[in-house]
């Protein structure tokens, strides 16, 4: 047994603790929004946040879990989050998903992202290159992204 607190709320699983989170979140709390990928934390489908930092949820277990706050897409739609509503704003300003398969992780990763700057910077091009570098989005929608990434650090700003 180990207990997860997923967004906030403590969660009992009755799983193997090298479990990786993924699954814990998917297929024991039906916690859906965390995508399956690679499987390889090569594609970035899949991250979460555990303690603010992004990771791949594919390949931590949930053993690295216990005791830390792990947050999903989920809790960055429900409005109480500035920076993920921020990031949910621009995405759709720049219309920025396709197929939208690979969005959950992208919106996790530059909402850590943005987390992580001093309040008010504004990052430069290069620098949102480098925290988005870990999700590949097939359609190929990257420029949309920056720009995404961009305009919700100016509207937090």
Request: net charge positive; glycine share 10%; hydrophobic share 40%.
């Amino acid at each position: 047994m180990s207990t997860l607190n997923v967004n906030g709320q403590k969660h009992t699983v009755d799983t193997d603790p090298g479990t990786p989170i993924l699954w814990a979140l998917r297929d024991t709390l039906g916690m859906t929004g965390t995508k399956f990928g690679c499987g390889a934390a090569l594609c970035g489908a899949c991250t979460v946040h555990l303690d603010g930092e992004a990771v791949r949820s594919c390949i931590t277990p949930i053993s690295a879990a216990e005791g830390k706050k792990i947050t999903t897409i989920e809790a960055t739609t429900d409005g109480r989050d500035r920076v993920g509503s921020a990031v949910h704003a621009a995405w759709v300003k720049h219309d920025v998903a396709q197929c939208g398969y690979c969005q959950s992780g992208q919106i996790m990763s530059a909402t850590a992202f943005l987390k992580s700057l001093a309040p008010g910077k504004q990052p430069t091009p290069a620098e949102i290159d480098s925290a988005m570098a870990g999700n590949i989005c097939r359609c190929g929608t990257y420029a949309r992204i920056r720009a995404a990434v961009a305009d919700a650090a100016r509207a937090l700003a």
